[in-house]
């Protein structure tokens, strides 16, 4: 008969005091044990170097040693020492803590299952790149390889083999960056504002008596050493560019710029110094009144609608203005990310090992290509340019769980990786199908909402080969562009869109699933075959790419938008094309899925043209109206250094932006938010507007054809090396024409962090990136000299941030998030912030201002 316990599901009294006498001791146990977590981890973080707070990841592994101890495990920490030196190290161990450690949460499951092939080549790890052996261990005697033998020999359970021990102690181990470092100190700046010490010396003093290398010595001393953000001049901005209409000649058929005029006067003995001129001009000259050293500052607050003198305590002093750099100008980002897809294959990818000698791996790469029948492109990958978008509601369903983003990459042997003069004994074939190559492929990856890609659900496609539209194959290499290139994703109407560069700008409509929910291709559509990354994820084009000829002949790069249909409210979003972003705000609607047919004689006219594509180029996406075009853009919201470089008709970069990408809305409440003193005009608003449209552009310095002339001399070309990229941001009204309300001034984004705060997967070309840097009148700036934005959206679940996404030198990929406070304050900045500042506070630092005179081009 079954007892009562059996029966009821009871436990009888005897036994449930039994059980209570065996509970109780281990729910004791339990929470002394994470007490005593709870109590080391507060006091690792009042200990912690430099302020330091543990992360969760390492707060997990102490929670796990604990708990480990707690079982009677040995944490390895009480090992005694034999030798003094060893005594020491243990001893700044114990004072210094390892509180401050980056570890990655899910360490022990993934590096447990590779610690026998990380022991032997622990230095060629990716993940060690980074690692500097002879760097001092938090400032300590003893150096980081000391360090890492140490915990090898007296930590065995966290550190079993040189990979675990050098990944523990990569924060305070970090390779210095020369070139890096170079670009942002300052040597002849005040060291901490101490006036009888600069820089330079206190380096000094620190390499002698520390026994520091300089570089380590500069690495310290960067928070006080800093090159300043910008330069100060007593000329407003844009006052060199301004034209006067009527004052023409042969070299100035539409107006001289005010710059020339004021080079003229002081040629023929008029004004001794260009302050002289300026003023003299400006008195002449209404359109170059921004020239007046006195009074030109004012024009700031009037464009912002404010009284200057409410502000101003000493306006007779006089005011200087801002030309900033271009990496200091960029705006505030968090939550940097790095983008790796782990579908292309291994041996596709560059290793480490061989960065040093690329022009070997790339030969041997070729001439295995050379000798296959079977392989199309030589046997290299790399993937840059992402182009983010939102997954649409109701795809979510047919998508793995979390699913937030889709997001492209361009996928190519071609790069920028390498510096150009370490590719000059490379074979001219090798050249052109490597780092010219003709092979772009498309890769697409399925993200959750903080940009992390979900496992099995990235692949590599080839559309130009399986539609038939790859000219004479992958190995060719012809004058002209890939079929498609420069992928990108929009999401409008609830669809993902892709968008690329054939011969001109091409569109068509994508249905992504996982492999459960994939659908029959119904006639007229495509399902891609995955050349790389398995079968769960399912991408279907939903129509043949159509043409957007809203350009012409040479449009690329068109940025797509939509905003609410005026007339049918309940109707679809009007969806438009960006055909020019500035001076003049080109726009045009457009109706992705209608197309009409165009004859082959008329498309023949395109100056890129690839024969294989003349069947798309028919495809003409349907329009609605002509193209708009805007009222002229107003003046940048802040000034940068080219302009104080090359002033007048000498201009370094061109003027007309491209996409790009857009567009993220900005109301005047956000607007409003960054306070200060921002008062916004009609003229930079306008009446009508709850909200702006915001976009950002690129543009590149303007091509010079003595670029190839060997007679001019290298050091003037160095003035202005060609192929260099600066952005920007643009707000527009959202509604025909589009007129430009706003636009920021030029900065630059930047490399990838590597001191650890870097999300995503790592990735080693990261460190390839600094070999390519912005440059411009022998400065370097803290950027690429190509980041290529082609993403801009607004953050999915927080409608205060957006995403930016960009590839940097045409090597990797990276998104970053910015608000739209900041973008606010780009856009619309406080002219005490980013334009003006009192010249009294500066004289004492500046050396007598005069433009330059006429450049030796």
């Given at each position: 008969m079954a007892s009562a316990i059996q029966i009821h599901g009871r436990v009888a009294p005897s036994a449930r005091k039994r059980k209570r006498t065996i509970i109780k001791p281990l729910c004791v146990g339990s929470i002394l044990i994470v007490m005593y977590g709870i109590f080391i981890f507060l006091v690792l973080v009042m200990l912690g170097e430099e302020g330091r707070v543990m992360d969760s990841g390492a707060a997990h592994h102490l929670f796990k040693s604990v708990t480990r101890g707690g079982r009677g495990g040995n944490s390895g920490n009480g090992a005694a020492s034999?030798?003094?030196?060893?005594?020491?190290?243990?001893?700044?161990?114990?004072?210094?803590?390892?509180?401050?450690?980056?570890?990655?949460?899910?360490?022990?499951?993934?590096?447990?299952?590779?610690?026998?092939?990380?022991?032997?080549?622990?230095?060629?790890?990716?993940?060690?790149?980074?690692?500097?052996?002879?760097?001092?261990?938090?400032?300590?005697?003893?150096?980081?390889?000391?360090?890492?033998?140490?915990?090898?020999?007296?930590?065995?359970?966290?550190?079993?083999?040189?990979?675990?021990?050098?990944?523990?102690?990569?924060?305070?181990?970090?390779?210095?960056?020369?070139s890096h470092i170079s670009d942002l100190f300052c040597g002849e700046c005040p060291w901490k504002d101490v006036e009888d010490l600069d820089c330079n010396t206190r380096v000094a003093w620190e390499v002698e008596n520390k026994k520091l290398t300089v570089i380590e010595a500069r690495k310290r001393n960067l928070p006080y050493c800093r090159r300043p953000p910008y330069i100060l001049s007593p000329l407003c901005g844009h006052c060199v560019k301004d034209i006067v209409s009527n004052a023409t000649s042969k070299m100035f058929r539409t107006g001289t710029p005010c710059y020339d005029i004021m080079i003229r006067r002081m040629k023929h003995g008029l004004a001794k110094t260009a302050t002289d001129a300026a003023r003299l001009v400006a008195d002449e000259f209404p359109e170059c009144r921004r020239c007046h050293p006195e009074t030109c500052w004012k024009s700031y607050f009037d464009e912002m609608n404010m009284n200057a003198t409410k502000f101003l305590d000493d306006a007779d002093e006089?005011?200087?203005?801002?030309?900033?750099?271009?990496?200091?100008?960029?705006?505030?980002?968090?939550?940097?990310?790095?983008?790796?897809?782990?579908?292309?294959p291994k041996e596709f990818r560059i290793p480490p090992s061989r960065f040093a000698d690329i022009e070997a791996f790339l030969t041997e790469k070729y001439r295995a290509f050379e000798g296959s029948n079977d392989t199309k492109h030589v046997e290299i990958f790399i993937e840059y340019n992402p182009g983010l978008a939102p997954v649409p509601h109701w795809m979510k369903r047919y998508l793995p769980r979390y699913s937030a983003y889709v997001v492209a990459f361009r996928v190519t042997p071609a790069n920028n990786c390498f510096r150009r003069e370490d590719m000059v004994d490379l074979p001219q074939k090798v050249w052109e199908h490597t780092m010219m190559s003709a092979t772009n492929l498309l890769g697409i990856a399925i993200l959750d909402e903080d940009y992390e890609m979900l496992k099995g659900y990235d692949v590599v496609v080839d559309i130009a080969t399986q539609l038939g539209f790859q000219k004479d194959g992958y190995g060719t290499t012809y004058f002209g562009e890939p079929t498609f290139m420069d992928y990108r994703l929009f999401t409008l109407n609830e669809q993902v869109y892709l968008h690329a560069n054939a011969d001109v700008t091409v569109v068509t409509k994508l249905d992504l699933r996982m492999k459960e929910y994939a659908r029959k291709p119904r006639e007229g559509q495509f399902e891609l075959d995955n050349v790389y990354g398995g079968d769960n994820l399912v991408i279907t084009m939903l129509h043949q790419f159509n043409t957007i000829w809203s350009g012409g002949d040479r449009g690329k790069n068109f940025a797509l938008f939509s905003v609410p249909n005026s007339t049918h409210p309940n109707a679809p979003d009007s969806v438009y094309a960006e055909v020019n972003i500035n001076p003049y705000h080109k726009v045009q609607q457009i109706y992705l899925d209608e197309v009409e047919m165009l004859k082959r004689s008329y498309i023949k006219k395109r100056i890129r043209r690839n024969y294989a594509v003349d069947?798309?180029?028919?495809?003409?996406?349907?329009?609605?109206?002509?193209?708009?075009?805007?009222?002229?853009?107003?003046?940048?919201?802040f000034f940068t250094v080219d302009e104080h470089w090359f002033p007048g008709h000498r201009s370094a970069l061109r003027r007309a932006g491209h996409g790009g990408a857009c567009c993220v809305s900005l109301s005047r409440e956000e607007a409003l938010a960054q306070g200060g003193?921002?008062?916004?005009?009609?003229?930079?608003?306008?009446?009508?507007?709850?909200?702006l449209l915001v976009g950002l552009a690129h543009t590149s310095v303007v091509w010079r054809r003595w670029y190839k002339d060997p007679v001019v001399p290298e050091s003037e070309k160095a003035m202005i090396p060609h192929t260099h990229y600066v952005s920007f941001f643009y707000a527009f009204e959202p509604r025909p024409p589009f007129n430009l309300r706003a636009r920021s001034g030029y900065f630059c984004l930047g490399f990838a962090e590597e001191d650890g705060t870097e999300g995503g997967m790592f990735n080693p070309h990261s460190t390839l990136t600094t070999n390519r840097k912005l440059s411009q009148h022998n400065e370097t700036?803290?950027?690429?000299?190509?980041?290529?934005?082609?993403?801009?959206?607004?953050?999915?679940?927080?409608?205060?941030?957006?995403?930016?996404?960009?590839?940097?030198?045409?090597?990797?990929?990276?998104?970053?998030?910015?608000?739209?406070?900041?973008?606010?304050?780009?856009?619309?900045?406080?002219?005490?912030?980013?334009?003006?500042?009192?010249?009294?506070?500066?004289?004492?630092?500046?050396?007598?201002?005069?433009?330059?005179?006429?450049?030796?081009?």
């Open positions: 034999s030798s003094s030196s060893k005594q020491r190290i243990e001893s700044s161990d114990n004072n210094n803590n390892e509180s401050g450690q980056k570890s990655s949460p899910s360490a022990d499951d993934d590096d447990d299952n590779n610690n026998n092939n990380n022991n032997n080549n622990s230095s060629e790890h990716p993940d060690l790149i980074h690692f500097c052996g002879e760097c001092r261990w938090k400032d300590t005697p003893h150096t980081c390889d000391e360090r890492v033998a140490w915990e090898m020999e007296h930590r065995p359970q966290k550190t079993p083999t040189e990979y675990e021990a050098k990944k523990r102690n990569l924060l305070y181990c970090t390779k210095p960056d020369e006089g005011y200087l203005t801002k030309y900033w750099r271009f990496d200091r100008a960029a705006p505030k980002i968090t939550s940097p990310t790095t983008l790796v897809l782990p579908s292309i069947k798309i180029m028919m495809r003409k996406v349907k329009t609605n109206g002509n193209v708009t075009t805007s009222d002229i853009e107003p003046s940048p919201s003193h921002i008062n916004l005009a009609t003229q930079s608003w306008g009446d009508e507007n709850d909200y700036f803290s950027c690429g000299q190509i980041h290529f934005i082609s993403s801009f959206i607004e953050k999915v679940g927080d409608s205060s941030q957006t995403v930016v996404g960009y590839g940097i030198n045409d090597c990797t990929s990276r998104l970053v998030e910015v608000s739209k406070k900041e973008i606010a304050r780009m856009l619309f900045s406080d002219p005490w912030d980013m334009k003006i500042e009192k010249s009294k506070e500066m004289r004492k630092k500046m050396k007598p201002y005069e433009l330059q005179t006429q450049l030796n081009w």
